[in-house]
């Protein structure tokens, strides 16, 4: 699975984002999508998950500012940031989860940054 995020940049504090992330190539068995963050000298760290049906979790960090969604015929997943706080900088990746006879893949995305400053 080939995936290839969108939508980062610079935001002021209280700003809002949206971050996109199309998955290609061999895409069948995907049961997961999400979003991870990590900053320098830290672990990267979820963010965001949806499963194929739907179902989301969010770290609690984010829970109330941020929505993950995806568009199943797009192979797309969304993360729509809101009320950005200072701490939300980080480089975001993506992540999608494919289940294959054998065990699970587990592909990343090359990182989209996101900094929220003013």
């Known amino acids: 699975v080939q995936l290839e995020e969108s939508g980062g940049g610079l935001v002021q504090p209280g700003g809002s984002l949206r971050l996109s992330c199309a998955a290609s190539?061999?895409?069948?068995?995907?049961?997961?999508m999400g979003w991870h963050r990590q900053v320098p000298g830290k672990e990267r760290e979820l963010v965001a998950t949806i499963t194929s049906g739907g179902g989301a979790n969010y770290a609690d960090s984010v829970k109330g500012r941020f929505t993950i969604s995806r568009d199943n015929a797009k192979n797309t997943v969304y993360l729509q940031m809101n009320s950005l706080k200072p701490d939300d900088t980080a480089v975001y990746y993506c992540?999608?989860?494919?289940?294959?006879?054998?065990?699970?893949?587990?592909?990343w995305g090359q990182g989209t940054q996101v900094t929220v400053s003013s």
């Open positions: 992540k999608s989860d494919q289940s294959l006879v054998g065990g699970v893949r587990t592909d």
């Open positions: 190539g061999r895409i069948f068995g995907i049961v997961a």
